[in-house]
């Protein structure tokens, strides 16, 4: 009998998972069935992370994922009713399809230069180290190369924030700025009716 046997089949069995939550998670109608279809299909891909030895992504495909984005999904489902509907797409049929066949053309245009890639040089497997996927790997690679990358993308993140928050204080703003306006409007209507009367 074969040895790797039954970590086949268990790759498998969480690869069949992960393609069941993506259908679901594509194809569901009910926003929350969608997003329990996204959650089966991060927790496939956790399982196949731990069996290729990989615990650091396994459990950061949990906490990031699982834990906060499907949390957000629910709470902005929540907020905004199950049985909300997306608004009317105004964009005639030539745009679509317009889009449709460049993203087709740039698929297959990247596709022939990877294929075209691997003839000329083919892919060379190297062994993986034993503590690959560890933690301390992760951490060593991560701040001696990558400490540059992962600094940049920090800043990226800080300046989403400020941008978001600059959007929301404007948005606040006009509100507040209209608001007033009929407030004002109204006022002036009651005093003008006072008037009359």
Excluded: W
Aim: charged share 10%.
């Amino acid at each position: 009998m074969n040895q790797h046997l039954p970590a086949q089949i268990f790759m498998y069995t969480a690869a069949a998972f992960a393609v069941f939550g993506a259908l679901g998670a594509a194809f569901s109608k009910n926003p929350i069935r969608g997003a329990m279809g996204l959650l089966v299909l991060i927790l496939s891909i956790a399982v196949m992370f731990l069996s290729l030895h990989a615990e650091f992504l396994a459990f950061i495909q949990l906490i990031v994922y699982a834990g906060a984005i499907v949390v957000l999904f629910l709470f902005v489902i929540m907020l905004l009713g199950p049985s909300a509907t997306s608004p009317a797409d105004k964009r005639g049929l030539l745009v679509r399809a317009f889009g449709g066949s460049l993203f087709g053309l740039s698929a297959i245009g990247l596709i022939a230069l990877c294929v075209n890639s691997l003839l000329k040089t083919p892919l060379e497997v190297v062994p993986a180290t034993e503590d690959f996927g560890h933690v301390n790997a992760f951490g060593a690679e991560l701040f001696a190369r990558a400490v540059v990358p992962f600094e940049l993308s920090s800043a990226l993140l800080m300046v989403a924030v400020v941008g978001a928050i600059a959007v929301a204080r404007g948005r606040h703003t006009d509100d507040d700025a209209q608001g007033n306006a009929v407030a004002r409007q109204s006022s002036a209507t009651s005093v003008a009716a006072t008037k009359e009367s």
